[in-house]
């Protein structure tokens, strides 16, 4: 089966990725990775204990890597996510990233010279340093090859865009998991 990477850091945002993870789950293997394999509390509260550490990731083994955002503190100084996501876009695989979570393709370099989008603020987007403003959209959903960025409240358009670029979406999954309706109620 395929893998995709699922990073998880202290305080990560749950519900920016659930619908991601559960449109493609049945074709594609989520894993999550984490700085070590210690317990993780999400931003809601859940403990999540990861896959794997990222120092384990054999980067070539996965079709790319889901960035949710959260509260950047535990990040900021961690070098292993921006060499991996660095080197999973180079090696065209798909960095999809959400809300805040953008931070870390953008400190890796992969945002340089791309359209992106971002749930922060232009001032937090200048403290921060990482980012090239000219390439700043304030668009729901943004993709550019196989670069994915979204706003926080885009998430079921982020997870519908990333099942459509891993080729496991279907009208009747992107409809249901969008809130626009099910199929299997209308068969009744």
Do not use: W
């Not at 990073?7 to 999550?32: D, H, K, P, Q, W």
């Not at 993780?40 to 890597?65: C, F, K, M, Q, W």
């Amino acid at each position: 089966m395929r893998k995709m990477l699922l990073f998880l850091f202290e305080g990560y945002c749950e519900f920016e990725v659930t619908v991601a993870i559960s449109m493609i789950r049945n074709e594609v293997e989520v894993v999550t990775v984490a700085s070590d394999r210690l317990p993780i509390r999400s931003e809601a509260g859940l403990v999540t204990i990861p896959d794997l550490s990222l120092n384990e990731v054999a980067h070539r083994e996965y079709e790319g890597i889901i960035i949710p955002g959260g509260d950047l503190k535990p990040v900021v100084d961690m070098q292993s996510i921006y060499d991996l996501t660095a080197d999973l876009y180079t090696n065209n695989k798909i960095v999809a990233a959400i809300c805040s979570g953008v931070y870390i393709p953008a400190k890796a370099g992969v945002l340089k010279g791309q359209t992106y989008t971002v749930t922060l603020s232009r001032k937090q987007r200048d403290f921060l340093e990482s980012f090239e403003e000219t390439g700043f959209v304030y668009e729901p959903v943004v993709q550019t090859g196989n670069l994915l960025t979204a706003q926080g409240h885009a998430y079921a358009e982020f997870a519908v865009t990333l099942a459509e670029m891993l080729g496991v979406s279907s009208e009747n999954k992107a409809a249901f998991y969008s809130g626009k309706r099910n199929v299997m109620m209308e068969k009744n």
